[in-house]
């Protein structure tokens, strides 16, 4: 299997009504599935979105994702791959490379969130680091 590039991105340009930008870091597949995780689309059981799925896109709503993007663009079609496609979104603003700061303290964020995941998931008996009687 060939490697893929790793994008640590600022999507600001993508939903600029959001208060704070979504940050995403993962394979290019990883973003798109994050992105229409955002956008609530939904996995189509269409059979040629499934013969898309190659190991590069992890769903068919990333697929999709992928053709509303290049369609946001205006360049349907062009972009083969999902790298292919973050390349171009960030030469047209829509996202930024995250400074080597900016993806420290993106990893502290989701170090913290999935803290508090694991966290929510002991349930009551569990209270600020102490076991409640």
């Known amino acids: 299997m060939d490697e893929q590039?790793?994008?640590?991105?600022?999507?600001?340009g993508l939903f600029p009504d959001r208060?704070?930008?979504?940050?995403?870091?993962?394979?290019?597949?990883?973003i798109l599935e994050r992105i229409a995780n955002e956008w609530g689309?939904?996995?189509?059981?269409?059979?040629e979105l499934?013969?898309?799925l190659d190991g590069v896109y992890p769903s068919t709503r990333a697929i999709k994702a992928h053709h509303m993007l290049e369609d946001q663009l205006g360049k349907s079609g062009a972009f083969a791959s999902p790298d292919m496609l973050l390349f171009a979104m960030v030469q047209e603003g829509l996202a930024t490379h995250m400074t080597e700061e900016e993806f420290e303290h993106f990893l502290d964020d989701e170090d913290a969130d999935e803290y508090e995941e694991a966290?929510?998931?002991?349930?009551?008996e569990w209270a600020d680091g102490v076991w409640e009687r």
């Open 50 to 52: 499934e013969r898309l």
């Open 119 to 124: 966290r929510g998931t002991i349930d009551d």
């Open 19 to 30: 208060v704070n930008p979504l940050r995403l870091s993962g394979t290019a597949g990883e």
């Open 5 to 12: 590039d790793i994008f640590s991105i600022e999507l600001g």
């Open 41 to 47: 689309l939904e996995d189509d059981d269409s059979l």
